[in-house]
């Protein structure tokens, strides 16, 4: 039944190490995000793939890129991990632009040592 | 700066009373929605209010819309235990590429059995 899926839930990496995370749908949603969300904070956009149209929020830093080879998957890529980077990591969907309920995964918390 | 201000940042109430979380934004929007979130988890989505109605309802939910004080309140009637969670409004301009969200800070909410 699961329709968001992201792996690991828990990741854990070295300052300055590259690390992927990863998030799968089986909804067939077209549309899917990337959030970080920091201790009882709200969560942040990071980006959005329409498709295989790629938004990036203009404060996200280089840092962070994204992925979507097909439908289904899309993957977030920290470059070099800083200590400011430990949060949870949210990915969510839709099933179209103006569809407007978004479908979020459970989260994947990262930590850098 | 933040579109969504929620307050209270942290509600505690008894078993079977009401809780009334408010939320404040500053631009124009399509449609304002609350999700809630438990301790380490993602987001569901509750509920979306679009920007000409006034009032909606889903079981113990009841929301609230004000576009005239760029305001919308979220009231839990005959809460639970299980309520205990973090809410969250997110307003949603409406662009063409997705469904981008902008998230308040959350309110906290415990109910205590």
């Known amino acids: 039944d699961a329709m968001v899926i992201q792996n690991p839930r828990y990741q854990v990496t070295q300052f300055g190490k590259p690390v992927t995370l990863s998030c799968s749908q089986t909804?067939?949603?077209?549309?899917m995000y990337w959030y970080q969300q920091k201790s009882s904070q709200a969560p942040k956009l990071l980006f959005h793939y329409y498709d295989k149209d790629f938004n990036n929020e203009a404060d996200t830093p280089d840092n962070f890129q994204s992925r979507r080879p097909n439908t289904s998957f899309c993957f977030l890529d920290i470059r070099s991990p800083g200590l400011g980077d430990a949060a949870m990591y949210l990915c969510a969907t839709s099933r179209d632009p103006g569809i407007e309920t978004q479908y979020f995964g459970p989260g994947t918390r990262l930590l850098v040592l | 700066s933040q579109q969504g201000e929620e307050d209270p940042q942290a509600l505690s109430i008894q078993e079977g009373e009401n809780a009334t979380m408010n939320c404040s934004y500053k631009?124009?929007?399509?449609?304002l929605q609350w999700y809630r979130q438990n301790s380490g988890r993602g987001l569901v989505h509750l509920i979306l209010?679009?920007?000409?109605?006034r009032e909606k309802h889903s079981g113990r939910l009841r929301v609230t819309l004000d576009t005239s004080k760029k305001s919308s309140s979220l009231l839990i009637t005959a809460s639970r235990a299980a309520d205990t969670a973090s809410y969250f409004c997110?307003?949603?301009?409406?662009?063409?590429?997705?469904?981008?969200?902008?998230f308040g800070e959350g309110t906290q909410l415990t109910v205590n059995p």
């Open positions: 909804l067939n949603h077209n549309v």
């Open positions: 997110a307003t949603d301009a409406g662009e063409t590429s997705g469904s981008r969200l902008t």
């Open positions: 631009t124009s929007i399509n449609n």
């Open positions: 209010i679009r920007s000409n109605e």
